[in-house]
């Protein structure tokens, strides 16, 4: 193929079949110079990709001044460039991803397909480009979504837990793990869905509501810490949960989120505290009733009363205490009787006790009220103390104080309000939107996701109602939508819309539920997704699959996850590329099932250590490996590892993709090209050939009838004669050539048919002897037998013609004048066989192997005429009868042809 092209020219071909492609392409295409990568040529799409007027402007430009300086793989362009101008002279053609800049300064992706063309001149190359910015940006970003989710996961604080539809444990993240004592081991052969815990405590239905798909509360129960009955308790604890149903877009499960909350602290702190003051109280009652039984009752109740009791006058010495008081403090009771209440009261508890002091002289009473006591080693107890003031038989004032040690309360205190502060840390930051109304529909709480949902602030989404932000064609829907929720509690998830500030709908999917305040009002929780990005997505991805009929149909990418050297967790699609499910790879090293040695010769178990080495070092790498399937065969994949941070283990992952496929793409790849490539060498053949057998007839029919022309009336009748003669001559010659190579066009495209009928061979080879004598004008002699042939046999008589005229012709062509050619058919068994056998030229040894090629003539033809498609069409005839053909040929000795073909009737031998 020659490509012609000057500035703003377009490639063309003889057909100009290219030329309108290239024109009228979709894909935007440029043809450059491969030394000054200079733009000679580019078609319109080129011109409106680039940001141009049109392909005028482009030309002359050179091709890397509309690219950034610098490639995305850091690359400078006119490197990167250059290489693979390389590469496409090298080896036919080179694709790579490649950075383009517009006219204005914008910046897209471009997949670019450079190929060499052939020219008169040399060798041009021919690119062609196509858009693929969208399908970055969609990569990135889900890409940047699953990164930012895995880490979510993995550094939450909060224990969550993944469930497959089927109710077994997917995935665990580290808090889970930390509060359940258990592992994914742990919990092989456990589902939630038949758990004995949750049965027992009647909450299956909640369970199996969140894997119908919806939101399901359960609130805190006393829970051992095991999956299945038959593993020993590890612990017990009050653990409440939230399941989060996750749906594709048909609404099915696909997976349910539970958040766990550990509840244990509070629920001991309350039970405790309940007891306490249950305690405290009965003991107050008991010490009236035995005050007023016997003095001797009470001093038992006081010394064995587990409240800090003590006695002080009004200065606040210490008359008498009990010893649960002393032991408070870590004192004895006789050390306390030497000190006096503020001895043990710190400095900044002084200025409150005025209080005290006024309350207890107004009403003979105080408390209670929590404050601090020093202990004797210093450190300090919080207390809530009460008390009342008395006047003694002697008419002392006195003032008796109970004090309960409120630590564990403290403590509890200070777990629930970390709980609540972590809940809020996780409803400020969280990337949803979360919304509490009241049942009128005003707005009580929202977190920042919420209102930049709708295009607000926080404070102004508060003084807004549900209504205001949804639009009025909803309304029936919310009605029902109430009217469920007042009825199950839980609400959603459906796919409804937002009014943002600006007016625009905001497409979302809001799920939530129904529960009381404190103070006993009905008030909705609601959970809203913001789904633009997704429907943009979705969008992008169908418009991306109509285009490139799906682009991520067959994608065989992973992701493994290493810690200290060997798998800790690895995702469905990495295990399907080895064959075996996750749990068979979890805990594996990579050399444990890798072949011996990797495809460069390194063992599996070096390369392994040096990878990961390399990975650490630098932060990522990207390399091949071979893996073994599970049936045994070798997987080829591309691996990216990346560290992934942490100070306590080595854990790294890895993306795997299965690069078999491509690898063997690649190879039919190559071969396509060799055989465009031979293809090309057979057209030039068929040109040249073509053009060298038409200019020789047509200069001698020209020359003729231009004899004829100028001469009619000066030539004798046998002059004429002659000059006509040789005008038939070479215009027989020419439509011979035509018929050949129409012949062959109509063998190659699979038109030609075997359509056998009764044939006489001898009768047919006889004509075939006679008409090649005549056309040679008997330049050799043909000497003709037969041997058992029977009198008719089903053949196609069209494709022997074909098969013994072309290997006739040629044995007399290629011998000299007077030599005798050997021609024979004889039917031996099921078979017949034509041999023909001449003295002539004979053909190279060397050049043997390409008889059969079109277009293909040995080097010692000299001058004799012919197309080199005799053999070609000798070979595919025979092919159609199901035979073969033997040639054996020497240099000076000649050419002997053997073809022998299947009996195709039930016709015998006579």
Request: some cysteine; charged content about 25%.
């Amino acid at each position: 193929m020659a490509i012609a092209a000057g500035p703003s020219t377009p490639p063309a071909t003889g057909a100009g079949g290219l030329r309108a492609l290239f024109e009228h392409s979709a894909d935007a295409m440029f043809l450059l110079d491969p030394v000054e990568a200079a733009i000679l040529a580019c078609n319109p799409s080129a011109a409106a990709l680039c940001g141009f007027a049109g392909p005028d402007d482009l030309a002359g430009m050179p091709f890397t001044d509309l690219a950034p300086e610098l490639q995305a793989d850091g690359q400078h362009s006119r490197v990167a460039l250059a290489k693979a101008f390389q590469q496409a002279m090298a080896n036919g053609s080179h694709r790579l991803e490649w950075q383009c800049r517009g006219s204005e300064g914008g910046t897209s992706y471009q997949d670019i397909v450079i190929s060499a063309v052939p020219s008169d001149g040399g060798t041009q190359l021919l690119l062609s480009a196509r858009d693929i910015t969208e399908r970055k940006l969609i990569e990135n970003r889900l890409r940047l979504s699953e990164t930012r989710w895995r880490r979510v996961f993995e550094q939450s604080p909060i224990s969550l837990q993944i469930f497959a539809p089927d109710g077994t444990a997917r995935e665990v993240n580290q808090a889970f793990k930390d509060l359940f004592q258990l592992d994914m081991e742990d919990l092989q052969g456990f589902s939630i869905l038949s758990d004995q815990q949750l049965a027992e405590a009647g909450f299956s239905l909640l369970v199996e509501r969140a894997f119908e798909g919806h939101v399901a509360t359960i609130p805190p129960i006393p829970f051992e810490l095991r999956a299945l009955p038959n593993q020993a308790p590890r612990g017990k604890r009050w653990i409440g949960s939230t399941m989060f149903p996750v749906l594709d877009s048909q609404g099915r499960v696909i997976e349910v989120v539970c958040v766990h909350r550990d509840d244990t602290a509070r629920a001991e702190a309350e039970a405790k505290f309940r007891v306490l003051n249950q305690s405290l109280e009965d003991r107050i009652a008991e010490a009236t009733a035995e005050l007023r039984a016997s003095e001797e009752r009470f001093k038992r109740l006081f010394e064995f009363s587990p409240l800090g009791i003590g006695l002080v006058n009004e200065e606040g010495k210490f008359q008498q205490v009990n010893s649960a008081f002393a032991e408070m403090l870590g004192y004895t009771q006789e050390e306390l009787s030497a000190l006096t209440y503020w001895d043990i009261t710190p400095v900044q508890h002084f200025a409150g006790q005025q209080t005290f002091i006024d309350k207890l002289k107004e009403t003979g009473r105080f408390g209670p009220f929590e404050k601090e006591y020093i202990c004797k080693d210093g450190s300090r107890i919080p207390v809530m103390l009460n008390g009342m003031r008395v006047v003694s038989s002697t008419g002392e004032v006195q003032i008796w104080g109970i004090a309960e040690d409120i630590t564990l309360r403290k403590q509890a205190e200070r777990a629930l309000l970390d709980s609540e502060e972590k809940f809020k840390a996780l409803f400020e930051f969280s990337p949803l939107g979360m919304a509490r109304v009241s049942w009128e529909g005003d707005f009580l709480q929202v977190n920042e996701s919420f209102a930049r949902m709708v295009g607000r602030s926080v404070d102004e989404v508060h003084t807004l109602s549900y209504w205001d932000v949804t639009p009025i064609k909803y309304e029936e829907q919310e009605k029902e939508i109430l009217r469920i929720v007042k009825e199950q509690g839980t609400f959603g998830p459906f796919e409804k819309e937002y009014i943002h500030s600006d007016g625009h709908l905001v497409p979302i999917v809001l799920s939530g539920m129904l529960f009381r305040s404190s103070d006993g009002e009905e008030q909705l929780w609601g959970i809203a997704v913001d789904t633009t990005e997704r429907t943009r997505a979705e969008s992008a991805l169908r418009e991306s699959e109509r285009k490139f009929r799906t682009l991520f149909e067959t994608s065989s990418q992973g992701v493994m996850l290493h810690e200290n050297e060997f798998f800790s967790e690895v995702n469905p699609a990495a295990a399907r590329i080895f064959g075996r499910e996750p749990q068979e790879i979890i805990g594996l090293h990579p050399a444990d099932f890798s072949p011996e040695f990797q495809p460069d010769g390194e063992s599996s178990e070096s390369a392994s250590k040096r990878h990961m080495q390399k990975c650490m070092e630098h932060g990522s790498t990207t390399f091949e490996w071979s893996q073994l399937h599970a049936q045994g065969h070798e997987v080829l994949m591309e691996v990216t590892l990346t560290q992934i941070p942490d100070k306590e283990k080595s854990r790294m992952q890895a993306v795997v993709s299965d690069i078999s496929e491509r690898r063997r793409a690649e190879t039919e790849m190559k071969r396509a090209l060799e055989r465009e490539r031979e293809l090309n060498q057979l057209k030039s053949n068929f040109v040249s050939t073509v053009s060298h057998e038409f200019r020789t007839p047509l200069g001698i029919i020209q020359s003729s009838a231009e004899i004829l022309d100028d001469y009619l009336d000066r030539l004798d009748p046998e002059e004429r004669r002659e000059q006509l003669q040789s005008i038939i001559k070479n215009s027989r010659r020419m439509a011979g050539l035509m018929e050949d190579v129409l012949l062959l066009g109509r063998l190659d495209a699979g038109r030609m048919q075997f359509i056998p009928g009764p044939l006489d061979l001898a009768a047919l080879c006889r004509r075939l002897v006679d008409e090649v004598n005549s056309v040679s004008a008997a330049r050799c002699a043909i000497e003709f037998s037969t041997a058992g042939l029977p009198p008719e046999v089903e053949a196609d008589e069209k494709l022997l013609r074909h098969v013994l005229l072309n290997l006739l012709n040629n044995a007399v062509k290629y011998s000299e004048p007077g030599q005798t050619v050997v021609f024979g058919a004889t039917c031996t068994g099921n078979a017949i066989s034509f041999l023909v056998r001449d003295h002539g030229i004979g053909i190279p040894a060397d050049e043997q192997g390409h008889l059969f090629d079109a277009f293909q003539r040995g080097s010692n033809v000299g001058q004799r005429p012919g197309t080199g498609l005799g053999l070609v069409i000798v070979k595919q005839s025979v092919e159609l009868h199901g035979g073969t053909i033997d040639l054996v040929s020497a240099v000076g000795s000649g050419t002997t042809a053997l073809v022998t073909i299947p009996l195709h009737s039930d016709l015998q031998t006579p």
